[in-house]
């Protein structure tokens, strides 16, 4: 059984950081790519980050560029989402998911999602 359990939201004020944290269980996590999709209420879901099997490629939705880091510990079966100079625009539920094949930004590649976690961002 797959399981990816989202860790770290919080609320926070703008300008704020936090890190994320997935923690994956029941797959042969170093195989997967794993991204960062986010989700506010009445939108849809949209690419935050994704990061290849080895760690060695990252991809970055523009509106996150320069602020976001998503790294992974394949040791740990662990991926994170450092979130730095955060704005009340990025509020959202922050889900982890997991692709046996390449990264990509659709959320519809993606064969394994977590539960989420819940990120506010005060003004």
């Known amino acids: 059984q797959v399981l990816l359990v989202e860790s770290g939201g919080g609320l926070v004020q703008a300008g704020g950081s936090l890190r994320l944290s997935c923690a994956a269980s029941g797959l042969t996590f170093s195989i997967y790519t794993m991204g960062w999709f986010c989700q506010a209420p009445g939108k849809e879901r949209e690419f935050v980050a994704a990061?290849?099997?080895?760690?060695?490629?990252?991809y970055y939705a523009d509106s996150v560029k320069g602020r976001f880091t998503i790294s992974r510990d394949n040791a740990k079966n662990t991926v994170t989402l450092q979130m730095n100079s955060l704005r009340p625009e990025d509020t959202a539920v922050y889900y982890c998911?997991?692709?046996?094949?390449?990264?990509?930004?659709?959320?519809?590649?993606?064969?394994?999602w977590g539960q989420g976690t819940q990120v506010t961002v005060s003004s």
């Open positions: 998911a997991a692709d046996l094949g390449r990264a990509g930004s659709s959320p519809y590649e993606y064969d394994y």
């Open positions: 990061i290849s099997w080895s760690g060695d490629s990252t």
